[in-house]
């Protein structure tokens, strides 16, 4: 064998690329996990942004309820309706005064006489909670 050959053989390639590809699988888990994590954490902040804004609302109005989000928009207690981590979008469930809460989670379908809830439409749950994202 020539002893001033540089670069690699096929076989220390391999086992190179082997050895990464363990290293990438042991990693994705664990990436996974923290991205869910962030997406959660993200998600209560922006429930319970919404749910001050309405609470404020509330107040400020003689204890009547917003009719929607554009309203909070408008009397600068949002600056934007937030975006739901988990599904991408501004799709929010609403959740009036007069619903029956139960059957709004149940069909997701509200009278949208006012705006006195929000829930995500998120589908799943947390491993180790038992109460899914829609319950929060």
């Known amino acids: ?7 690699m053989t096929f076989i220390e390639m391999v086992i190179s690329l082997f050895v990464v590809s363990v290293l990438s699988m ?3 888990p664990i990436a996974e996990h923290s991205i869910r994590r962030s997406k959660e954490v993200e998600l209560r ?13 509330y107040r400020q109005n003689n204890e009547r309820y917003p009719k929607d989000f ?5 009397k600068r207690l949002l600056r934007a309706v937030p975006v739901d981590p988990f599904t991408g979008r501004q799709d ?12 709004v989670l149940r069909h997701e379908v509200s009278d949208g006489s006012n705006l006195y809830d929000i829930r995500s439409r ?15």
């Open 1 to 7: 064998m020539n002893k001033n050959r540089k670069g």
């Open 26 to 28: 042991a990693a994705y």
């Open 92 to 103: 929010w469930l609403t959740i009036s005064s007069t619903d029956d809460v139960e059957m």
């Open 45 to 57: 902040q922006n429930l319970r942004t919404m749910r001050k804004a309405i609470d404020a609302y």
């Open 70 to 74: 554009s309203t909070l928009v408008k």
């Open 122 to 136: 998120a589908q799943g749950s947390p491993p180790k909670d038992s109460a899914p994202y829609k319950m929060w």
